[in-house]
């Protein structure tokens, strides 16, 4: 199985700025990397597709980079409905999700 | 729009079989593939496994022997079986339509359905 770990698990910070968030594979997974976004009672909305691919509708404030092992979501400059919880999931071999970095306010 | 929607009993006793069923609209259900998915707050989200039309499956390993998935194009549904469940079962259920795009990802999900496993 591959396993997805995500870091931070939490981060406080403010609306404005610029957030950075880890995904790590235990095996490379090139870029069969999607990141989702969920807010509490809802199901995850895709943000980023194929590691850096912005799924139509997403702000561009969103971008993914990576491939291999490790990726990176950014959100350049955070808005007040970006707080959310957020999950990394490969589909290289399989189907596995994160455990989930919640971005709260400072 | 494409919409899908969970139904199914929201309480399973232990031991016996979960039962969901996803409605399609909005999509022709010979597209893509259908899939299930489930988050409990142990666990987190788990991908449970997929189905084209055609009736191809494809499962999580650690659930295989415990999972059915089947399709029924003429009411464009799709559904899921666990057999064998217990309180490591209780999870909110989503079924998602997988999309390919240089990854495979869920760009449509049903709101979920809370399945508790209590008798």
């Known amino acids: 199985d591959i396993q997805m770990t995500q870091s931070p698990s939490s981060l406080s910070a403010s609306v404005g700025d610029r957030v950075t968030i880890t995904c790590r594979a235990s095996?490379?997974?090139?870029?069969?990397l999607t990141w989702y976004q969920q807010k509490p009672g809802k199901a995850p909305k895709v943000l980023i597709y194929?590691?850096?691919r912005l799924q139509s509708g997403v702000p561009s404030r969103f971008s993914g980079s990576g491939s291999g092992t490790d990726f990176t979501l950014t959100i350049s400059s955070l808005q007040p409905e970006d707080f959310a919880t957020y999950y990394c999931?490969?589909?290289?071999?399989?189907?596995?999700f994160g455990q989930g970095t919640k971005v709260e306010i400072k | 729009q494409v919409q899908l929607q969970e139904s199914g009993p929201g309480l399973v006793k232990p031991s016996e079989t979960l039962s969901l069923t996803c409605t399609v609209s909005?999509?022709?259900?010979?597209?893509?593939?259908w899939t299930w998915i489930r988050q409990s707050p142990g666990k987190g989200l788990e991908w449970i496994g997929n189905?084209?039309?055609?009736?191809?499956?494809n499962y999580q390993p650690s659930l295989e022997s415990r999972v059915t998935i089947s399709v029924d194009t003429s009411k464009s549904q799709f559904s899921l079986k666990v057999t064998s469940v217990t309180a490591a079962d209780t999870a909110v259920y989503y079924c998602?339509?997988?999309?390919?795009?240089?990854?495979?990802?869920?760009?449509?999900w049903g709101q979920g359905t809370l399945v508790t496993v209590s008798s």
């Open positions: 998602a339509r997988q999309r390919f795009g240089g990854s495979y990802y869920f760009d449509h």
């Open positions: 909005g999509d022709s259900i010979t597209s893509n593939y």
């Open positions: 189905i084209f039309y055609s009736g191809s499956t």
């Open positions: 095996q490379s997974i090139t870029t069969y």
């Open positions: 194929a590691a850096s």
């Open positions: 999931q490969q589909s290289y071999n399989a189907r596995t």
